[in-house]
């Protein structure tokens, strides 16, 4: 056990009252005290699974999942920070509490897949390989920025890289990513596709619509729900008549998994399965990938809808303080690396802010391109 | 040069160019075993497959928006609504990911697809299955609109929709499928997107009409003549972006302009229309320009009240007549 | 069969008029073209003349009573007709043309009526095919008792470029809409040359010289970008006519003489020194043709005779009637010209050409004993020229302090089309012609 991890001691074996898992309780019955000892008794729990999943994994790679995570960490609250300083416009989604997501399903893939996220794809888009600079400078909106300013924290984008988009409609990248899944069908070119969406858009038709054409038209598209409980402010369950959402695969036939999101080798694991099976196979699957998210839905989130108590209960399980632990425990890494890792991050993220403090806003005359790939006479569809 | 009708012509269109393009296939609600609900599609499938020729489920916004992801990793899908009406279902991945795509992503990922199918207009199929859906479309930048109204149209136009590189809707007209006419043979024919077309000159009115309008303008324009009246016809064919240019030097000639439509007048493509002659033609006007809208009411099933619904040839004489200054 | 009057349209901003005297009664014969009564219009009395024979049947409108333009004021027919039907539609403030052309200010020769002028092709052809005719009820409902000008976009902008006045012109759209081819029309009709009551008179070529009556020739010539902007500019800043003033001073002795020496060898010729500045002006406006303009939006129109306005104060306002080519005209013809039209207008009796389309005008307020003052230009003319009184004052020649006698002018001038150095040139020519009038016959 190390101090770098803020949780508090553990006494494994004690108090054994409860035997429902945290992130197994919902969220209407989060208690109002929490039971640290309790907390702390599953936390290390969980962290001995983890560490059992270290198996075929080096240190490059263990340390290079906690370093992705950790960028995502500081990316994000420094974005919270320039937000609040008046620096980036519109709405900014936090991915805060959600980083093994993205983190551990997109290490299960290769540079030639495509990810396809909602409006919450910060993360998503640095797990991808895609620069700070280009995605500080996009919330910033500013010419350098990876959509050039036109997108957007919403609407991140890089082609080459395979990142295919930031979608701002609730689950309207599901049926997008079923597309790309399918053009790889099509062509028979070997990606996959990784679609990120909230739990919230599996009450949309397009989750439904796009499940029942993947799995009848055997499209190599893995479906990642993350469910980080709260559909903006309406906890799941206020939302969802069946919660179990691994389950809906049923509906489809689909392959589906339930999997513990604040661990990222498990995400890692259960993706690699889901992975094979679309590479093998050309068979999609559901993965649930239950979560948290510490921060609000947005930076004008009031949090009048959960308790203090219920966040610090997931701030319990974070997955980076996991993830160190582990890491610490098995001495892949000392305190002293971990620092290092630390301070190269921050540097990286300043970096990035003033890549994009000091970029220049896009030209003017940029609100009109990219209207049309093929434009037809452009002046008719200037200003008049 | 052969004589075919529309069904044939967008047919041959959608047959050339899915073997020139290996990229290119069709998707939609019975296009595969049925022939196409409307015969499009007809012995595509036999000819191409199941790879090229796909039956969907009924699942408009699913499939729209499989085809714009598709689109955005470099195929090509024609998308076919068994009418435009069940595309009210799809225009959540119509207009925020198909128009805006290439916009948000900074010109990264252009989708280059083509929604096609019936509209305007049927036959005594009430209000749910019988309107005119274009003005919707026009609206969203990064779309473009295409509304043929003769075969060699049908045929020109749509092979040039499926090479653009950005996402078309293009309406055919239910009630004109079996309309004929003379199409070119030559597989490299193809009718630019964006180009008007004068079906008829004349001096005295200009009439603008699109699709179904085409041979019915067409029509009063031969009644007029008895009358002394000499109309010129124009035919937009593509909505958006619309050739603008061609209708306002029609207007400067002959200073009356009657705008032609079987959409609801209000917010329709030719209010739009009419405000570009009134911005760019306006000391030309000598009289004021005069739409013939279909009825503002949902499309009634009976067969008289229907009749009344959609502009024909005497209402679009009447106005003819009163742009003229001659009732 | 019976016969409307209407209240005629006699000036070109008259919107409704007063009957000054009827000159027929009730039940007296009338023939076409006889005088039917003289009315009071905003600018002067005039003659308004029967358009049919028969005899005045009934009078709707009394003396001292007004109507606006179009309505009925009375009706002509034959004795025992019966009009009750027409007198039925007397509040109805309009007529339709086919029943009433709009009576025209010139006596000799009212304008041809729409069915004699030569239709054009299009309406030949509707016509051929039995289609339409001009002229249908909806007309008469919207009477263009308002003075508005209902007219298409396309005939505001040809009767613009061809200088029509829209408001001698009746429409044959829907309500009166002036349209194309009633511009058509109006444009091949013949024209009653000198009486005539435009504004903007017919094109000459350069060179051709104009009736030495008639209004002045003009060329036009586009705006110049430059000219338009600077147009547009002031007019932002000044309202529609953005003027500027200059101010100079005359030394007027020499006129003064010469005035006395020409009334000396005959004295009915009665020249004033306003006279002698009429003729100054029109020698400097040939010399300085810029300033001999207008702005006309799209054009500068440059005017080959000096038409030169002249206000005259009137009884309850003021009238500027003009002289027409005084550039060619001789002192004593402008002095008799000058007397005569004062005395109409103080009268009355001027007709609505002789007191528009000047090219330059005059105020001289001298006689009041004002020294200096500003004139507002009156649009189209590109400049106006404010005379002040002529006094003894002591002014220093040859360094020395004599007395001469002084007079200041101010000329006021459309910055749309007269530049400061382009007036001040002009009053400069000006000033050196008033100080050595001989220089008019040089």
């Not at chain 3, 932002?236 to 020496?261: C, N, Q, W």
């Amino acid at each position: 056990m190390s101090k770098q991890t803020a949780a508090p001691p553990s006494r494994a074996g004690a108090e054994e009252q409860s035997s429902t898992s945290v992130i197994d309780a919902p969220a209407q019955d989060a208690p109002a005290d929490v039971d640290k000892k309790q907390l702390a008794r599953e936390r290390d729990e969980v962290k001995e699974r983890q560490k059992d999943r270290f198996t075929g994994l080096n240190k490059e790679q263990l340390i290079g999942l906690y370093r992705q995570m950790l960028l995502i960490r500081r990316f994000e609250e420094k974005s919270a920070e320039v937000y609040v300083a008046g620096k980036i416009g519109g709405f900014c989604h936090l991915y805060i509490g959600q980083e093994a997501v993205a983190v551990g399903a997109i290490s299960a893939i290769n540079k030639e897949d495509f990810v396809f996220a909602s409006y919450r794809e910060h993360g998503h888009a640095l797990a991808k390989g895609m620069s700070a600079r280009a995605i500080m400078a996009e919330l910033f909106g500013k010419a350098t920025g990876c959509s050039k300013g036109k997108g957007g924290s919403m609407h991140m984008f890089d082609k080459d890289l395979g990142f295919l988009g930031g979608h701002a409609i609730v689950g309207g990248q599901i049926p997008l990513a079923t597309g790309a899944a399918f053009a790889s069908m099509y062509r028979n070119s070997g990606e996959v596709t990784l679609c990120f969406f909230g739990e919230a858009a599996v009450n949309q038709g397009a989750f439904h619509e796009s499940l029942n054409m993947a799995q009848l038209w055997k499209l190599p598209c893995i479906y990642i729900c993350e469910n980080n409980q709260y559909g903006m402010g309406t906890s799941l369950a206020r939302a969802m008549s069946l919660r179990d959402i691994a389950q809906k695969g049923c509906a489809y036939e689909m392959a589906s998994e339930f999997v513990d999101g604040m661990d990222v080798l498990a995400v890692r694991e259960a993706t690699m399965r889901a992975v094979q099976r679309a590479r093998k196979e050309s068979l999609p699957t559901l993965l649930e990938v239950r979560t948290y998210r510490f921060m609000g839905h947005s930076m004008s989130d009031p949090g009048n809808y959960r308790t203090r108590a219920e966040i610090e209960k997931y701030q319990e399980r974070d997955p980076i303080k996991l993830f160190s632990a582990s890491l610490l425990e098995e001495k892949i890494v000392d305190e002293k690396a971990l620092e290092e890792i630390d301070k190269q991050i921050h540097e990286e993220v300043e970096d990035a802010l003033r890549f994009a403090d000091e970029s220049p806003l896009p030209d003017a005359a940029e609100l009109y391109t990219e209207v049309y790939a093929n434009p037809i006479d452009p002046s008719r569809n200037r200003d008049r | 040069m052969p004589t075919i009708t529309i069904r044939e012509a967008l047919n041959q269109a959608i047959r050339e160019e899915i073997a020139r393009d290996e990229s290119v296939f069709i998707m939609g609600e019975e296009v595969a075993a049925y022939d196409g609900a409307y015969k499009v599609t007809k012995g595509l499938l036999n000819e191409f497959g199941p790879k090229r020729v796909i039956d969907t489920p009924i699942t408009e916004l699913g499939f729209a928006g499989l085809g714009v992801g598709a689109a955005m990793v470099g195929l090509r899908p024609i998308v076919e609504f068994m009418t435009f009406n069940f595309s009210i279902l799809a225009t959540d991945q119509i207009i925020n990911s198909a128009a805006k795509m290439l916009y948000m992503s900074g010109g990264q990922f252009k989708i280059p697809i083509v929604f096609r199918g019936p509209g305007g207009s049927a036959f005594q199929v009430s209000s749910q299955h019988s309107q005119a859906m274009e003005s919707w479309y026009a609206y969203f930048p990064g779309l473009k609109v295409v509304m043929p109204s003769t075969p060699a149209d049908a045929k020109g136009l749509l092979k040039s929709a499926i090479r653009d590189d950005d996402p078309v809707i293009f309406i055919e007209q239910e009630r004109m499928y079996g309309n004929k006419g003379e199409v070119p043979e030559d597989p490299d024919f193809t009718i630019p997107l964006g180009v008007a077309d004068i079906k008829r000159e004349g001096t005295d009115v200009t009439i603008v009409a699109r699709s179904l309008m085409v041979p019915v303008a067409l029509k009063a324009a031969e009644q007029l003549e008895q009358q002394g009246v000499s109309c010129e016809v124009i035919d937009p064919r593509t909505i958006r972006p619309l050739d603008i240019d061609t209708i306002v030097e029609s207007v400067k000639k002959t200073n009356r302009v009657v705008l032609a439509e079987e959409s609801h007048p209000i917010c329709g493509v030719n209010a739009e229309i009419s405000t570009q002659i009134m911005e760019r033609a306006f000391d030309y006007l000598d009289a004021p320009v005069k739409r013939v809208s279909g009825a503002d009411v949902p499309m009634p099933y009976a067969k008289n009240l229907e009749n009344l619904a959609v502009p024909d040839v005497e209402k679009i004489v009447a106005a003819v007549r009163e742009v003229a200054y001659l009732d | 069969m019976a016969t409307k009057v209407i209240m005629p349209k006699l000036s070109p901003t008259m919107e409704e008029g007063q009957i000054a005297r009827w000159l027929k009664k009730e039940g007296d014969k009338v023939a076409m073209g006889e005088p039917l009564a003289e009315i009071d219009t905003d600018k002067a009395t005039m003659e308004m003349q029967a358009l049919a024979n028969g005899v005045l049947r009934k009078i709707l409108i009394g003396e001292g009573e007004s109507a606006p333009l179009g309505q009925l004021i009375a009706v002509i027919g034959e004795p025992n007709e019966d009009i009750a039907s027409l007198l039925s539609e007397a509040p109805a403030a309009a007529t339709a043309k086919k029943e009433e052309p709009p009576a025209a200010p010139e006596k000799e020769e009212p304008p041809p009526a729409p069915a004699q002028q030569p239709a054009p092709p299009q309406q030949a052809q509707a016509a051929a095919a039995g289609a339409g005719t001009v002229g249908n009820g909806r007309q008469a409902a919207a009477a263009p008792s308002t003075g508005r000008v209902i007219v298409s976009p396309l005939a505001a902008r040809m009767a613009a470029e061809s200088g029509l006045d829209l408001r001698s012109i009746q429409g044959s759209g829907p309500g009166g809409r002036i349209v194309k081819k009633d511009i058509e029309a109006a444009m091949s009709a013949p024209k009653p040359a000198p009486a005539a009551p435009q504004r903007y008179p017919r094109p000459v070529e350069p060179g051709q010289s104009a009736p030495a009556f008639g209004a002045s020739a003009y060329r036009d010539e586009p705006a110049s970008q430059i000219r338009q902007t600077i147009a547009k500019r002031l007019v932002t800043s000044l309202g529609p006519v953005p003027h500027f003033f200059l101010t100079t001073d005359i030394e007027m002795d020499r006129a003064a003489e010469m005035r006395k020496g020409i009334n000396a060898l005959d004295p009915d010729l009665k020249i004033s020194v306003n006279d002698i500045i009429i003729k100054v002006t029109a020698a400097a406006l040939i010399q300085h043709p810029e300033v001999n303009a207008s702005f006309q939006d799209r054009f500068v129109r440059y005017y080959e005779h000096a038409d030169i306005g002249v206000a005259v104060a009137i009884e309850d306002g003021l009238i500027t009637p003009v002289v027409r080519a005084a550039n060619q005209k001789s002192l004593s013809q402008i002095a008799a010209e000058v007397r005569e039209l004062a005395e109409r207008a103080r009268s009355k009796k001027l007709k609505p050409e002789e007191y528009t389309g000047a090219t330059f005008s005059i105020s001289n307020l001298g006689m009041f004993g004002i020294d200096e003052f500003t004139a507002v230009i009156n649009p189209p003319e590109g400049a106006i020229l404010a005379v002040g009184a002529m006094t003894s004052k002591p002014v220093v020649r040859d360094n020395e302090i004599v007395v001469r006698q002084m007079m200041r002018v101010t000329m006021s001038c459309d910055h749309r089309v007269i530049d400061g150095a382009t007036g001040a040139k002009f009053l400069q020519t000006f000033k050196k012609i008033l100080e050595n009038p001989l220089y008019l016959v040089v």
